[in-house]
């Protein structure tokens, strides 16, 4: 019978997988380094220097293509392949292929699912908050960074606390699905039809549409003169200043003209 303990890390390094594979399976083999993890006989391999190598390798591969939308589009399958290998074998790995009535073939399989699951999850959520991005507004660059420190974030509560682990992966499949409902009506309020008829939604500040190319009216102008009011509000403030200077400026002139006036009387 396995644990919750057992299950709690198996489901938090897969999940770990599906967010951050590299970051995973570095850990895995750090913390089996320092023994926090006792791996099986067959899966020592993670633990030597050649191996946390590559795993460093995987990490920094992972962080960099997900940041240009044409590597993630082309990789796309190298990253699926990625995340379901890692998923297996740290679920493998964290269970010590000791797992009672469970084959270890079947530990695999569910590390696998599960890392892969997640990884759908996020690309749905990437999906939704992309269409958010404009000139001013850039929430996919923050999650993707958030991603970053998640999963490794994730891998190692796995480790150290495994039900903090789980606790982790519940509420980021939450977040993710209310992110994604908020974003797509948000998405929504800012699109309008394209007026050429051919049936697309536009966004409100676009001049064409990207179906039928049509050139089509701006609905809304985005003022991007130093984040727009922030312009006009130190433009007022630098011209009241200037103004009050005049004024200071002419009653000291009236002042002086005033005292000569009275001499000269």
Same mark, same amino acid.
């Given at each position: 019978m396995i644990s919750f303990a057992l299950v709690s890390q198996l489901i938090g390094l897969s999940s770990a997988s599906g967010t951050r594979a590299g970051g995973s399976l570095l850990l895995v083999a #750090? +913390? +089996?380094q320092f023994h926090y993890v006792a791996l *099986? *006989?067959?899966m020592a391999w993670m633990a030597t220097p050649e191996a946390m190598g590559i795993f460093v390798a995987l990490l920094a591969f992972e962080m960099f293509t997900q940041r240009d939308n044409d590597l993630r589009v082309l990789l796309g399958l190298a990253q699926l392949g990625l995340s379901a290998g890692? %998923? =297996?074998t740290v679920a493998l790995a964290s269970a010590g292929v000791q797992t009672g009535e469970m084959p270890p073939w079947a530990v695999g399989v569910v590390g696998a699912c599960i890392a892969v699951g997640t990884l759908q999850l996020r690309q749905w959520l990437q999906g939704? !908050? =992309?269409q958010l991005e404009n000139e001013l507004l850039h929430p996919h660059r923050w999650l993707l960074r958030t991603e970053d420190l998640f999963g490794l974030g994730v891998a190692a509560a796995a480790i150290l606390w495994a039900p903090l682990a789980l606790t982790l992966v519940i509420v980021f499949t939450v977040g993710c699905a209310v992110a994604s409902m908020v974003a797509r009506r948000m998405e929504a309020r800012s699109r309008r039809a394209c007026p050429a008829g051919c049936g697309a939604r536009i966004r409100q500040e676009a001049s064409r549409c990207p179906k039928c190319r =049509? $050139? !089509?009216p701006v609905a809304v &102008? #985005? $003022?991007? &003169?130093l984040a727009g009011k922030a312009q006009d509000a130190v433009r007022g403030a630098l011209g009241s200043v200037a103004g009050e200077g005049r004024r200071l400026d002419a009653q000291v002139r009236e002042g002086i003209a005033g005292e000569t006036s009275r &001499?000269? %009387?």
């Amino acid at each position: 019978m396995i644990s919750f303990a057992l299950v709690s890390q198996l489901i938090g390094l897969s999940s770990a997988s599906g967010t951050r594979a590299g970051g995973s399976l570095l850990l895995v083999a #750090l +913390a +089996a380094q320092f023994h926090y993890v006792a791996l *099986p *006989p067959e899966m020592a391999w993670m633990a030597t220097p050649e191996a946390m190598g590559i795993f460093v390798a995987l990490l920094a591969f992972e962080m960099f293509t997900q940041r240009d939308n044409d590597l993630r589009v082309l990789l796309g399958l190298a990253q699926l392949g990625l995340s379901a290998g890692s %998923g =297996a074998t740290v679920a493998l790995a964290s269970a010590g292929v000791q797992t009672g009535e469970m084959p270890p073939w079947a530990v695999g399989v569910v590390g696998a699912c599960i890392a892969v699951g997640t990884l759908q999850l996020r690309q749905w959520l990437q999906g939704n !908050v =992309a269409q958010l991005e404009n000139e001013l507004l850039h929430p996919h660059r923050w999650l993707l960074r958030t991603e970053d420190l998640f999963g490794l974030g994730v891998a190692a509560a796995a480790i150290l606390w495994a039900p903090l682990a789980l606790t982790l992966v519940i509420v980021f499949t939450v977040g993710c699905a209310v992110a994604s409902m908020v974003a797509r009506r948000m998405e929504a309020r800012s699109r309008r039809a394209c007026p050429a008829g051919c049936g697309a939604r536009i966004r409100q500040e676009a001049s064409r549409c990207p179906k039928c190319r =049509a $050139d !089509v009216p701006v609905a809304v &102008r #985005l $003022d991007l &003169r130093l984040a727009g009011k922030a312009q006009d509000a130190v433009r007022g403030a630098l011209g009241s200043v200037a103004g009050e200077g005049r004024r200071l400026d002419a009653q000291v002139r009236e002042g002086i003209a005033g005292e000569t006036s009275r &001499r000269a %009387g």
